[in-house]
């Protein structure tokens, strides 16, 4: 619930503000748009004015020829040629300019079209009157700036320029509004975007305000629900402390009791078992075949009583009477059981035991051995037609020693893997394997004593493989020598 309200109030930041950014990025491309073409109007209105500049030149430059030409008319003096040579060849250069600025203006262009060849005329007949000044003198000068051509000519000129004027005119009246309509829609874009941006900001930041303090309320509220489950989790802790204490004094006292029950026992049971032998021995010629066989019976059952007993004493004294974990040698300790305590089953089975170099672990050595031994004894009475062949090897796992004793035996059914290690439970009768159903059960409580487990899987081939763990622990320099220089043992038969 609080990370999709994260999720919520990270997406509406990221949006608000991606938003806001694309937005002004809108603007500014608008108004960047705006400014180059507002700027472009302005190119071409100041290029309007050039055209209306050279237009201007152009009829001054037409007048200043003229003045200068009827100057020297009327005075042959040659000084006034010079103004008039002068304004000729600049109305030369502004036609050509004009040409050249309005080159894009097919409307200018044929209106200059219509206007050189008035201008040429107009040059020629200025140029010709200076002639016949010359060489008729005032006189002549006179007449023929009487007749008029000159005059008509420069009427024309001046309604050809007047035409190109209106037109360019009209252009930069266009071209001014155009102006003006950019600037007006850029301003328009740039505070209609910076309005909407600073909304957007606002609200993104309203939203903000509004989430922290929301966060701040749930925070409060997550604080009060912290110190309200902390003192809960003390009240539990205290609760289950002394429910542990409660039940380890239990534990204690029960596992006083079944030893104390199991040891009281054993006397009642050998004063049973012998006066029962006894008066079997003594009363013999006296009893008849069935008294016998309950007799027989009777001290069986005794000595089957007593036999329970001192396992369920052995199961008792794995949690009770085990000693501190210490630097044991596996093979040390396996070696003890194979040549004393098994010694005899193994000859008389004709077992093969045949085993790797095993691990030096932190353990204790009689409650190993008995594991040990346990696991040997079944796989010699649990064996098939074949005899007993039985290997033993360790393999590092997970930072554990894993300890294998393989076996070619009956086997035992994935179905049964569990229930062998439960305590009195039996998958055959006392008459086909006898025993009293605790030895893998004492195998593993010793096992789950040494923060290990046990496991039982199937032999390829036939037969099961019993496995354990046992953790692996640090080590002195010289224990670790000791593990590193681990001797191969040979087979046991």
């Known amino acids: 619930m609080c990370l999709d309200g994260a999720m919520t109030f990270k997406t509406r930041i990221i949006a608000g503000f991606g938003a806001a950014l694309a937005l002004l990025l809108c603007v500014g491309i608008l108004s960047y748009w705006s400014v180059v073409q507002n700027t472009n109007e302005r190119q071409w209105v100041n290029h309007t004015h050039l055209v209306l500049e050279k237009l201007d030149a152009l009829s001054a430059n037409l007048i200043d020829a003229e003045t200068g030409e009827r100057g020297y008319l009327l005075t042959g003096e040659e000084s006034y040629l010079a103004p008039y040579n002068g304004a000729a060849s600049r109305v030369h250069k502004n036609a050509k300019d004009l040409r050249a600025l309005t080159a894009d203006n097919p409307i200018q262009q044929r209106a200059l079209d219509s206007l050189e060849p008035v201008i040429e005329r107009r040059l020629a007949l200025l140029e010709h009157a200076i002639e016949i000044r010359k060489q008729g003198g005032l006189i002549a000068g006179a007449d023929f700036v009487m ?21 360019e005119e009209g252009l930069l009246e266009q071209r001014l509004l155009e102006v003006e309509r950019t600037s007006r829609r850029t301003r328009v874009v740039i505070v209609l975007g910076n309005a909407l941006a600073f909304l957007l900001l606002s609200l993104a930041g309203v939203v903000v305000q509004r989430e922290m303090g929301h966060r701040k309320d749930a925070e409060d509220k997550v604080r009060s629900l912290n110190v ?17 204490k409660d039940l380890a004094r239990s534990n204690s006292e029960l596992q006083q009791f079944a030893y104390v029950a199991s040891h009281d026992l054993q006397e009642p049971l050998r004063m049973v078992a012998s006066f029962t032998q006894l008066l079997g021995r003594r009363y013999k010629e006296k009893l008849d075949d069935d008294a016998r066989d309950f007799i027989n019976y009777a001290v069986d059952g005794a000595t089957r009583m007593q036999t329970l007993i001192t396992d369920l004493l052995s199961y008792s004294r794995v949690g009770t009477q085990g000693k501190p ?4 040698r596996c093979d040390e300790v396996l070696d003890r059981v194979l040549n004393n305590n098994l010694k005899l089953a193994i000859k008389e089975s004709g077992a093969v035991i045949t085993r790797d170099p095993l691990p030096i672990v932190m353990a204790d050595p009689l409650q190993l051995g008995q594991l040990f031994q346990n696991l040997i004894a079944n796989a010699i009475k649990f064996r098939g037609k074949d005899p007993p062949s039985v290997q033993i090897f360790a393999e590092r796992r997970n930072g554990d020693w894993e300890i294998s004793v393989c076996d070619n035996g009956i086997g035992v059914s994935q179905e049964h893997a569990d229930r062998i290690f439960v305590i009195f439970q039996r998958l055959h009768t006392k008459t086909e394997y006898p025993g009293t159903g605790i030895g893998l059960a ?21 037969g099961s493989t019993f496995r354990f763990t046992i953790p692996s622990r640090q080590f002195s320099q010289s224990q670790r ?13």
Do not use: F, Y
Request: with cysteine; proline share 4%; charged share 40%.
């Open 147 to 167: 007749e008029g051509s000159g005059k008509r000519e420069m009427d024309q000129a001046r309604a050809e320029i007047a035409a190109i004027r209106e037109e």
């Open 442 to 462: 004492i195998c593993k409580k010793i096992a789950e004593r040494h923060g290990g487990r046990i496991w039982v899987e199937p032999t390829p081939g036939g």
């Open 325 to 328: 974990l210490e630097s044991t």
């Open 481 to 493: 020598r000791e593990h590193d220089e681990l001797r191969v043992p040979a087979s046991i038969s």
């Open 228 to 244: 309200d489950l902390e003192r809960r989790v003390n009240e539990r802790t205290a609760e289950l402390a002394e429910r542990m």
